[in-house]
């Protein structure tokens, strides 16, 4: 599971599928199928995470299987280990699949030639975070059926947001109509070739919009802060606050990957709103995270 760009509709359909049975399941866990009983998940994260991290460790316990997640930072990692040397270590010690973050795009493709593990994707510098664009499309898929033609606006750090790019591949599979906004110097020049138009006027943007994807500015990715609005500057022009919601559709479904930082690209009354769907994204992506897991390495796989 190296990204979205790859799969077809069948396949992303399949995944999300899956997920919605686990989450009908979720309130009588002991009917849930232990499929990684003997299975045991390597998390090896090179950037911090709350979300992933833990949601693929009580993915893996909900299906019987367990998890070690390695401390980067306490690891021999920081005595000049490479990634293809460490993953071939691990790996001999009898894990099934591995889920690797890393600030280098195309690192988890990298460990993947160099494995028999399954390697899963947990973000990959400014390239993709499959699992996050999986639990996004469900959401929206759960709140409004069908995605063809549906109108969704991501606003934010295009550039280096790597939840923009699984997002963009996926929703264009589904057949989804992707328009990206935001500041021109977060804007990457030929993203229209990803099959996206361009608003740089958010009020446009969000006219006709069925769902906004808000994402956080990727301060420690941005090489040249000049060229960078303020905090307070970017909150006035390209933040989602209930005076942008009030002009919108009233059912536009305000979604957020993650770590949110209020006041910058989202308000408070939005972030505890009614129109965002922010921890039901949580709640989706445990579900993902057992479906890609199953799907990968439980019993029948
Ligand atoms: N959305 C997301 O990837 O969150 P974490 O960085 O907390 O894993």
């Not at 070690?68 to 000049?80: F, L, Y």
């Not at 929206?140 to 939840?163: C, E, P, T, W, Y």
């Not at 303020?230 to 979604?255: Q, T």
């Not at 709103?273 to 019993?299: C, D, F, H, P, W």
Request: charged letters at 20%; a positive charge.
């Amino acid at each position: 599971m190296l990204g979205l760009k790859d799969l077809s509709a069948k396949q992303i359909n399949l995944i999300i599928q899956e997920a919605f049975t686990y989450k009908k399941q979720f309130s009588a866990l002991g009917r849930i199928k232990k499929s990684l009983l003997d299975k045991t998940l390597l998390t090896l994260f090179y950037e911090p995470s709350t979300r992933t991290m833990t949601s693929f460790n009580v993915a893996a316990g909900r299906l019987g299987g367990r998890t070690h997640n390695v401390s980067v930072s306490a690891s021999s990692v920081q005595k000049g280990e490479t990634l293809i040397d460490t993953v071939r270590n691990l790996e001999v010690m009898g894990f099934s699949a591995v889920v690797i973050r890393h600030s280098h795009g195309g690192a988890p493709q990298l460990a993947a030639e160099n494995t028999a593990m399954s390697v899963i994707n947990a973000g990959d510098g400014f390239n993709e975070h499959p699992t996050q664009a999986l639990l996004d499309i469900m959401t929206m898929q759960q709140f409004k059926g069908d995605l063809q033609n549906k109108k969704v606006v991501i606003v934010g750090d295009i550039a280096h947001s790597r939840v923009a790019r699984s997002n963009i591949w996926g929703l264009n599979t589904l057949g989804a109509q992707v328009a990206v906004c935001g500041p021109a110097t977060l804007i990457p020049k030929g993203i229209e070739d990803f099959g996206v138009t361009v608003e740089h006027d958010l009020g446009r943007a969000l006219a006709d919009a069925d769902f906004v994807n808000v994402l956080r500015m990727q301060y420690e990715r941005q090489a040249n802060q000049n060229f960078i609005p303020s905090k307070r500057e970017y909150h006035r022009l390209f933040g989602i606050n209930e005076k942008r919601l009030a002009k919108a559709k009233p059912d536009l479904l305000v979604l957020h990957p993650g770590p949110i930082n209020r006041s910058v690209e989202i308000s408070t009354p939005v972030a505890d709103g009614k129109q965002n769907v922010i921890l039901e994204q949580v709640v989706n992506g445990l579900a993902i995270r057992m479906a890609v897991l199953n799907l990968l390495i439980g019993e029948k796989a």
